[in-house]
């Protein structure tokens, strides 16, 4: 029984944590390398999920045939955002430092406005959709499967970027432009271009994550965005920046801590999140990766 | 000094004139509750300017300090004097601000306003789940107050937190927290105990706050974490000093003016589109005037005089 109950915790928090290293990843990119703290990431991923449900109740795609709809609309809205927003405002910045500053602020402007647009689309009452909702037994557990699904659909994700970003050029340049943009200009990488690509593939990312959490039949608002942005931050400190196996790390950590505390104490699992933040923002701000 | 002399001169006859005000329109309560709301915001970003004005430290954090101020309202407005009440939500503030700066403002650029981020949630939720499982009743009954009383009690602390800000500006104190701005360690170097001034300053900009949230408080006849604690007032404050401008004492104060009332205009009648106008107004104003609307207003002031020297003077000079 003790083994079904552990067992049970461990896929729970597998489960969870699959998106959440996969919003933290998207988020992960946009910061560590094209220096923007998005706060308007969970924007994004409010944004997949309502694409899901419009597709899905309106015209009955189902939402894994939507997310290959999705991924190149998202991937172009994040591109296209950076070239005439961020880019702008990073040539015109006296320095990296206050570039993040002015990112970061420019992202609250971009927050409430793709919030706001998404509250005169769909409305402010909270809806939701049903896929796959059938009980799976997993080992003595059981789990409805679209769960399962949205675990092996993160998984495939972040494995294929791991592969792009490890064994291609521009992965390849996205890596020399997390370390140094200076010194990969030099080195002849078109880092504007790289830049925006990273931040296109961010949305992206977020959007899928956003996709994936809509069919787990939780509740859709256009102001749920905020809530994963916390905790796309929380698991990118948590695997250090710019490390993408530690924001899978990360995520799948916080996925297994929210899941024992909520089964524990339920209505605690956020503050469980904040503490853990919190603590390790004070002892190790380099994230448990870092050096 | 002449042009001193008339600026000064034209704060102290606005300043009359907004006290004064309820004595003519007494018959209307809405103006009086309106003009409240006003400086409820023209104080949240004039003391969120104190601190990351000077230093650039991007603190999100306000919304935690007006809602400790809500919540000390709250508890204790049934047993002690309004005075004594809300300036005990602003010195609640405070000590939590204080304790809070002294452990995280060692915490580099963006990983400070991600920490503040959390606080603020960290400490609704906190609060949310004390009410669930200790009292057992989200929200509490308040006994709304006057809504002059209210207005008055917004007409000191505006004053208190502006003639605050002036004075920082002016002392060696606000020459510290420039100096922790220009470069943290140069100003270490100098001989500024660079903990304890960004610690005490951020204090001071979370006093006023909960000084805020205290009064505010009693607008309201029903407050829960979700009101008290929402992340609308760390938001607000800082996008309106930053539309506004950080470099002098009446930059903010445009700011916030010009949003609240438009937020009063607008958020009856179509909530979405102001917040749609609010982010767009951010976007524009943070890619094309950097320095808020004030750094335009400095621009004509010098056009207008025809001198040479640039904008950039002024700077961070309050």
Redesign the interface.
């Given at each position: 029984m003790i083994l079904v109950r552990i067992l049970d915790i461990v896929i729970g928090g597998l489960l969870t944590g699959g998106i959440f290293a996969l919003i933290a990843v998207g988020f992960g990119l946009q910061?560590g390398v094209a220096r923007v703290?998005n706060i308007a990431h969970g924007e994004f991923i409010m944004l997949g999920a309502f694409c899901a449900w419009t597709l899905f109740t309106k015209a009955g795609i189902t939402p894994l045939v939507s997310m290959i709809i999705c991924a190149p609309f998202f991937f172009a809205i994040g591109y296209v955002i950076y070239r005439i927003?961020y880019n702008?405002?990073r040539s015109?910045s006296a320095s990296p430092?206050v570039f993040?500053?002015?990112s970061?602020?420019?992202s609250?402007?971009?927050?409430?406005?793709?919030?706001?647009?998404a509250?005169?689309i769909w409305g402010a009452p909270v809806k939701g959709y049903t896929y796959l909702a059938f009980p799976v037994n997993v080992l003595g557990a059981v789990f409805s499967a679209n769960r399962i699904v949205t675990l092996v659909v993160s998984v495939i994700l972040g494995s294929a970027f791991y592969a792009f970003l490890m064994s291609t050029r521009t992965g390849k340049a996205i890596r020399a432009a997390a370390q140094d943009p200076d010194a990969a200009e030099l080195m002849g990488v078109r880092i504007s271009r790289v830049l925006a690509l990273c931040f296109g593939l961010g949305a992206m990312m977020a959007a899928l994550g956003g996709l994936l959490l809509s069919m787990t039949s939780i509740m859709l608002a256009p102001v749920m965005g905020?809530q994963y942005t916390?905790i796309a931050?929380?698991v990118v400190?948590l695997g250090g920046l710019g490390n993408i196996k530690g924001s899978f790390i990360g995520g799948v950590i916080l996925g297994l801590v929210g899941y024992i505390v909520s089964s524990v104490q339920p209505?605690?699992s956020?503050?469980a999140y904040?503490?853990i933040?919190?603590f390790l923002?004070?002892v190790k701000?380099s994230g448990l990766l870092g050096k | 000094m002449k042009k001193g002399h008339r600026s000064s001169i034209l704060i102290i006859v606005a300043l009359l004139l907004l006290v004064l005000l309820p004595a003519y329109i007494s018959s209307s309560s809405y103006t009086i509750i309106l003009i409240s709301n006003i400086l409820m915001y023209v104080v949240m970003a004039e003391s969120w300017v104190i601190f990351s004005g000077p230093t650039g430290y991007i603190s999100l954090a306000p919304a935690a300090f007006f809602g400790v101020g809500v919540y000390s309202s709250a508890i204790l407005g049934e047993v002690l004097p309004l005075p004594v009440v809300i300036l005990v939500g602003g010195i609640a503030s405070f000590i939590l601000a204080y304790l809070v700066g002294s452990a995280t403002l060692r915490l580099k650029g963006m990983y400070f306003t991600m920490f503040t981020f959390g606080l603020v949630e960290l400490i609704r939720n906190l609060v949310h789940w004390w009410e669930v499982n200790v009292t057992g009743t989200v929200g509490r009954l308040i006994a709304s107050e006057d809504p002059l009383v209210v207005f008055y009690a917004m007409v000191v602390i505006f004053l208190a937190v502006l003639a605050v800000s002036w004075l920082i500006g002016r002392s060696k104190f606000g020459l510290a927290l420039r100096g922790i701005g220009e470069s943290e360690e140069a100003a270490a170097h100098s001989g500024v105990n660079v903990d304890r001034v960004k610690a005490v300053s951020f204090g001071v900009s979370a006093f006023f706050m909960g000084l805020t949230g205290a009064t505010m408080c009693w607008r309201w006849s029903y407050i829960d974490p979700t009101t008290a604690f929402n992340m609308q007032y760390s938001f607000m404050p800082v996008l309106m000093a930053i539309f506004g401008g950080m470099g002098h004492l009446y930059g903010p104060v445009i700011g916030a003016t010009i949003f609240a009332l438009l937020e009063e205009l607008l958020t009856t009648k179509f909530p979405y589109y102001y917040m749609l106008i609010f982010g767009l107004t951010m976007i524009v104003v943070i890619r094309f005037m950097s320095s808020g609307l004030e750094g335009v207003i400095e621009k004509w002031r010098k056009v207008g005089k025809g001198g040479a020297e640039g904008v950039a003077h002024d700077a961070g000079k309050r």
């Open positions: 910061y703290l927003l702008p405002l015109s430092a993040e500053g002015n970061m602020l420019a609250f402007g971009l927050l409430f406005v793709i919030q706001n647009v509250l005169l905020m916390l931050i929380i400190v209505g605690l956020m503050v904040y503490v933040f919190l923002l004070l701000p | -």
